[in-house]
């Protein structure tokens, strides 16, 4: 049993009531009512005086209470004061009190030790002298006194260790289960893929934020330095045309909105923004908890989202436009064509013909543009390897390129043969290599790769066209514009918009894809794949 069990019986044992433990007891043995009666005389103001006319009835006395001293008469029929001496000394909890006895004769030597053996720790003789037997008694009741005294200073103190004991127990109890929580808490907000802030507002600052948990590598490059270095600049580096919308979320009159959630974009040192989703809740009239979560991917996804069903909703209106327009462009090339085989015409009169039959045939280029974009062009595919397409487009373009535009071609894939329609295809490098003309007017080379992607898991990873040149490169911002019809940057007159978005219908159109990107080394990267299939097998990848 460990020192804290032990301690724990003992307390919970009832402490003694106080006029138990003080209230002491005499217990009178005597076979004569009148020895009992004088003797109680004498000894009623020491104590309470219990009183027994047989050796029997003293020990019944004994089970039930307990005693400073007993004054024990020695002559008792029956059972005689050493007989019952000795039943009181082998009882554990009667061992210890201190017997008088009480003797009118048997001064010898030999009574008396017999009386000493059997436990008495005094004699007194009748005729009892009351003043003796008061002060004897006295000593035996002061000592009992004391010892139960004693006994509950024991007692009492022990009560009280065990109590602090217990308070510090639960002191220390609570302390692990707060310790526990903080940390199981923090454990929680760390690993969050948020970042946590406090902040205070003004209008002259802003919001000032301050980090205090959550995951800083949720956010995405040199945003999470930022957080930790220089949280009074954050708000430097938000876009500023999303800056309003930021303040304004947190300008908002106390109690009239106390949730804000915004989302800015965030520019970074060398790449391009962030999407930043900011949400915060209110605690006081300037200041601010909140999350900051990066966004950027389903941001760009919903971009994307959306450029795809604006390029699917114009597809589909210039589709009809275009197909209308067709027709009719076909109506007034057969009406040029009648009256030059029907009339005589002058010389002028044959050169205004000339001029119109040259509009339709611009128009009905047009037209096919759109168609492209549209993904409505009727295709005829089939089989042409990248030399015979080197040299159709070369034959094409060597009269708008001077030799201060070198066209650098690198052709790896020469076993194999795009699978589409030649002359669009064609078309499409062409109006590729001029955009790259376009780009330099300095003038520079453009590279033409002709090669096998890495991985050819479906038949539109099968060939892959790179054009590249070194100009200036697309700016990010219009990045996602330029495949739109009659998106131009050009002067008017000098383009009209529908190169890239006529390349970009033909290469869906025929099952492949276009992709524009930045290369960090500068210019533009144009990559068309298209499916293909191998020159000796003619089968489709
Ligand atoms: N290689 C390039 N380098 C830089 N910017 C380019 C490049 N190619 C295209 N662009 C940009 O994309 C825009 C759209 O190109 P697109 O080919 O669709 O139309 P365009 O060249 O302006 O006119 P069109 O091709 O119809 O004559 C261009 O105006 C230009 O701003
Ligand atoms: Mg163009």
Redesign the pocket.
Known sequence: MNVRSSLKLRAERPPPAPDKVHKAKILIVDDDERNLLALTEVLDSLAEVVTATSGRDALRALLREDFAVILLDVFMPEMDGYETAGFIRERDQTARIPIIFLSAVNKETEHLMRGYAMGAVDYVFKPVDALVLHSKAAVFVDLYKLRREIEERNRAEIVLQEAKFRAEEQRLEIERELQATRLRQAAILNSLPVVLFEATYSEKDGLRRRVVGGDRSALSGDAAAWLRDDEARWEDQILAEDRPAVASEYAKPCGKGDRASVRYRWATADGPPLYLLEQAVRVDDRAWVGSITDVTAQSLLENQLLQAQKLDALGQLTGGVAHDFNNLLAAVLGGIQLLARRTNLDQSQQAILDQMREAVDQGIALVKSLLAFARKQPLSPTSIDPETLRKSVMGLVDHALDTTFPVDWTVTAEDHAFFADPSQLTLVLL??I??AR?AMPGGGTISIVIDRPSEPSTSADGLRIVVADEGPGIPAEILDKVTEPFF?T?PPGK??????SMAAGFAEQSGGKLLISAPPNGGTRVEIKLPARRVDCDEDL
């Open positions: 109006n590729l001029i955009n376009d131009t050009k383009g009209t918009g529908l190169g890239l």
